[in-house]
């Protein structure tokens, strides 16, 4: 069981079930990791990533599996969906401020934290660019023009 909710980073059994569904994307793969969806080692054995060994089946019958507590997990998960939910508000507020006002990113950075900086003393810069960075990749999941009109370069 995988018990570390890894959202980003596709593991070796993943690629591996993936190899046997052609159909299948990484992309497709990794929106059914942010859906809850987990792969399984029937076996057991977790260095066994023959595709025959793996199945895609939704977290929760994969706890049942694996005899653990779905309500402690679900409140992980929702903890884990709050972020996600107010990771991607940020993102959009950005989006949104980029699209309307075509400041540079430093200064959405300055008006999405509320001119306050986050948890250090690192320069806008710094902070702008994983900003940047995240709104981006959020865009493209969204399947929203990138970059935001209007947006200087
Ligand atoms: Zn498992």
């Not at 018990?3 to 690629?15: A, E, P, T």
């Not at 990533?49 to 998960?77: A, K, Y």
């Not at 660019?129 to 709104?135: I, S």
Request: charged residues 30%.
């Amino acid at each position: 069981m995988n018990s570390n909710v890894r959202i980003k980073g596709l593991q070796s059994y993943h690629y591996a079930w993936l190899s046997s569904h052609p159909e299948r994307t990484e992309a497709w793969m990794r929106e059914r990791l942010r859906d809850g969806f987990h792969v399984h080692h029937m076996d057991g054995n977790h260095s066994n990533d023959e595709p025959t060994n793996l199945v895609l089946i939704d977290g929760i019958d994969h706890m049942r599996i694996h005899g653990m507590s779905v309500e402690r997990n679900i409140d992980r998960w929702n903890s884990l969906a709050g972020k996600r939910a107010e990771a991607d508000a940020e993102c959009q507020r950005a989006y949104d401020l980029k699209a309307e006002s075509g400041l540079p990113w430093v200064e959405v950075a300055k008006i999405v934290y509320g001119n306050q900086k986050p948890r250090d003393d690192r320069p806008w810069h710094d902070i702008a660019q994983p900003l940047a960075n995240r709104t981006r990749k959020y865009a493209k999941r969204k399947g929203i023009a990138w970059p935001p009109i209007g947006a200087p370069k």
